[in-house]
């Protein structure tokens, strides 16, 4: 039990003894332990000299154990947690380094689709920041009404920015999520198609879907993590992001200077990102008709001659801009 304070077996046994005897002669003290009297005195001549024992004449006597072993303790502790921190920074050298020497642990492969949601759950629970998506039609791993870190996520601070593409909002329910995401704090905008599934924390690390495991029939995705890698991820993102449409919902009422009620501002926002009257109509609780005949008002208050007209005239008023800008794309 003392071995931490640099006494081996023999040597605390011996010591035991000299404590609980208070003092003795080697011959005693040899008795007691069940050990010959040569190495008895050898033994106690290493307590000697470590301080641990005292002698006068033949006899003897213990030194106080918390007088002499504390001071031991304390130095101990204190090397123990220099030697932690050692570990600690050789274990961040070698994992730069094998990161380095060995491009494969900059990416690991997820297999399954049960593993890939746990994984972009937790990535989620994780974050600080940010978390970015590129959202595609048939999600392979985990739908919007599944996703239940987002919400907590926005509780707590973190940001969300989603870019979808415009086949995954006209399915059944989903443009429903989305405008509940919206609602909750999610940034949202939509293009009509995408080219890659996407999910990024932080600017730290991402989750892209790969192919099919021919073995297994189950999904694959890379989770890469910081590296030139991740940046380009990052930047892909950010390409796309400035060319997508906002995303605007109906209690998203915009400035003063913007003459569009919340319902108009969300039926612009809708009808950009691509999305059919049906599906429209559907979002609005409206008939078909009514979306095309409000769409007919608006084109005329814009002085718009077309849908395509009335596209690059809402951009040139400013009635659906966002805080960051946003420019039809070409």
């Known amino acids: 039990m003392l071995g931490a304070l640099g006494?081996?077996?023999a040597e605390e046994r011996v010591y035991r003894a000299v404590v609980s005897g208070y003092r003795g002669d080697a011959d005693v003290i040899a008795a007691s332990v069940g050990i010959g009297r040569t190495e008895a005195v050898s033994t106690l001549s290493a307590l000697l000299a470590k301080g641990l024992v005292t002698r006068t004449g033949r006899w003897y006597t213990?030194?106080?154990?918390?007088?002499?072993?504390?001071?031991?303790?304390?130095?101990?502790?204190?090397?123990?947690?220099?030697a932690r921190a050692a570990v600690s920074q050789?274990?961040?050298?070698?994992?730069?380094?094998?990161?380095?020497?060995d491009s494969a642990r900059l990416v690991d492969v997820v297999t399954g689709a049960e593993a890939i949601r746990h994984r972009?759950?937790?990535?989620?629970?994780?974050a600080r920041e940010e978390v970015v998506w590129f959202c595609r039609k048939a999600p392979i791993a985990m739908t919007s009404p599944e996703n239940d870190e987002e919400a907590a996520a926005l509780?707590?601070?973190?940001?969300?920015?989603?870019?979808f593409e415009t086949a995954l909002l006209e399915?059944?329910?989903?443009?429903?999520e989305v405008v509940d995401s919206i609602r909750a704090g999610l940034v949202g905008r939509s293009l009509p198609t995408l080219p890659v599934r996407l999910a990024i924390a932080d600017r730290s690390i991402a989750l892209c879907p790969l192919v099919t495991d021919d073995a297994t029939g189950e999904p694959t995705a890379a989770l890469v993590m910081q590296s030139s890698l991740l940046s380009a991820l990052v930047a892909l993102f950010e390409s796309y992001w400035e060319r997508a449409i906002p995303l605007r919902i109906g209690d998203d009422a915009g400035g003063a200077d913007v003459p569009l009620t919340p319902d108009e501002r969300q039926l612009l926002s809708l009808l950009l990102a691509g999305i059919s009257?049906?599906?429209?109509?559907?979002?609005?609780?409206?008939s078909q008709r009514t979306v095309q005949r409000r769409l007919q008002e608006l084109m005329q208050r814009a002085d718009a001659q077309s849908r395509m007209h009335l596209a690059w005239r809402i951009n040139e008023l400013?009635?659906?801009?966002?805080?960051?800008?946003?420019?039809?794309?070409?």
């Open 171 to 176: 399915e059944p329910g989903e443009l429903a």
């Open 7 to 9: 006494l081996d077996p």
């Open 155 to 163: 509780a707590r601070g973190v940001r969300y920015r989603a870019v």
């Open 62 to 82: 213990a030194a106080p154990p918390d007088v002499l072993l504390g001071p031991m303790l304390v130095k101990g502790q204190a090397e123990l947690e220099r």
């Open 318 to 330: 400013g009635w659906l801009a966002d805080d960051a800008g946003w420019l039809a794309p070409g």
């Open 277 to 286: 009257d049906k599906a429209i109509a559907t979002q609005l609780r409206v």
């Open 90 to 101: 050789l274990a961040d050298e070698y994992r730069g380094g094998a990161r380095r020497r």
């Open 120 to 126: 972009l759950l937790s990535m989620q629970r994780e």
